[in-house]
């Protein structure tokens, strides 16, 4: 059964930066829920893939030295513990991780077509369509089964789970492996992360909800690896039951009895966080009510889909945070949806003319004070939701 917890108000589509202050955006409503039987928390209003994955889908994995450099060693990961012949990614995004594979031995599946095209023109072999069963038929009559599949940040955003699975099953070889990663909901019910939520985030996976969605298909976790990307991922590596060759690692069990630890199978669990969430919009406002009666001003540092939820929930617009900045071209000199506030191109200078940077990309916390530094040890005051909403301060090594 579905139980609801938590509703984030009307929410634009978290990608739809929009060029024009004419055009206006369509808000859907964002309500999460826990679903008793198999553990898995999801959102309600399921958008059409096509509305949200466009040809001129605007996010890039490639933007991050954090996300270059997890793929790149991923990669070494995979050609030393798997070796496989062939390696299928299940949105390729901008080709971040096959990049790092020779070209013959991996196939991209991406649906944005401005994304694809990055990929093909570099002449990798790269499907521009939506993973489904027809698609995993279509690979397999043309190349056989396949060694590895993996996934990052993109089975969550398909509805049809069941499909995703069967499909995987399908291609996958009986001796072969599936990669998936995603943020974890662990993770983020400790962070308080509620702007893991957005229509493009239909679920957030635990352990346990992933052992339960793939123990359908014949699939089992053999290994799992704990991420710092994304403000805390889980790394899964997947077998078929069949295939004895693999042991099952202790980390599997660890982190399922992690999770019941703190609760993640129970609906109080929900109920709490439900709290803590409305918290937190009340005391992210007071600072930022408080910084403007001070006349400071304030730039969100990292155009996020993330920020996207947490601007539409907290209700927050130009006059709190003047600008968004960020790096990404499809970004820049749009609106952030739903707000209008403007994205402006990321110079080294930009923030010179702010008191505060609120940080929308949170999860490179670290990556962007370790750039700023020059302007964070002259003043310049960082802003964060994450754990909880708080301003922080220069501290000398
Ligand atoms: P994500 O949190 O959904 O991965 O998105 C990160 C966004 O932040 C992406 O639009 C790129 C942007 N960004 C910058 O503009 N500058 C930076 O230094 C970093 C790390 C990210």
New binding site residues.
């Given amino acids: 059964m579905n139980k609801f917890f938590l509703n984030l108000g009307n929410q634009p589509l978290a990608n739809n930066y929009l060029n024009s202050l004419k055009k206006k955006h369509i808000k859907y409503t964002l309500r999460l829920f826990f679903n008793t039987n198999n553990k898995i928390v999801s959102i309600s209003k399921r958008i059409p893939s096509e509305k949200m994955f466009t040809n001129d889908y605007p ?1 890039r994995s490639s ?5 270059r450099h997890s793929f790149y060693e991923l990669s070494k990961e995979i050609k030393k513990r798997f070796n496989p012949d062939k390696l299928l990614e299940i949105g390729s995004n901008d080709g971040a991780l096959i990049k790092n594979f020779k070209m013959n031995k991996v196939i991209g599946v991406e649906p944005c077509k401005n994304l694809a095209n990055i990929t093909s023109k570099k002449g990798f072999l790269t499907y521009n369509k939506y993973w489904n069963y027809k698609l995993a038929k279509k690979i397999k009559d043309k190349h056989g089964n396949i060694d590895l599949i993996y996934s990052a940040n993109t089975l969550t955003h398909i509805s049809n789970l069941d499909d995703v699975f069967r499909s995987i099953s399908l291609l996958l070889k009986d001796k072969g492996v599936l990669i998936i990663e995603d943020p974890s909901l662990l993770e983020c019910i400790k962070k308080n992360s509620y702007d893991q939520f957005y229509n493009e985030h239909i679920y957030l996976f635990s352990a346990i909800s992933v052992k339960n969605i793939i123990s359908k298909y014949d699939l089992e976790i053999f290994d799992i690896k704990n991420l710092l990307t ?1 403000g805390g991922s889980l790394r899964y590596y997947i077998k078929k039951k069949i295939n004895k060759s693999f042991k099952i690692s202790i980390k599997v069990k660890k982190q399922i009895d992690k999770e019941k630890k703190y609760e993640i199978d129970k609906f109080k669990t929900y109920k709490n966080f439900s709290k803590k969430v409305k918290k937190s919009k009340e005391n992210l406002l007071k600072i930022l009510n408080n910084i403007k009666k001070n006349n400071k001003k304030i730039i969100g ?6 920020a996207v939820t947490v601007i539409n929930y907290c209700d927050i617009d130009k006059n709190l945070i003047s600008n968004f ?4 071209p499809e ?1 820049i000199n749009n609106y952030m949806p739903g707000k209008n506030i403007k994205i402006l191109r ?1 110079n080294k200078n930009i923030l010179k003319n702010y008191d505060y940077a609120f940080l ?2 949170w ?2 916390k670290n ?2 004070i370790n ?1 700023e530094k020059k302007y964070f040890k002259k003043g310049l005051k960082f802003l964060t939701h994450i754990p909880k909403p708080q301003v922080l301060k220069y501290k000398k090594k």
Avoid: C
């Fill in positions: 996010y933007m991050s030295k954090t996300m994304h540092y990292g155009a996020t889909a993330k900045v960020d790096t990404t970004k990321y929308g990309a999860n490179f990556e962007i750039k």
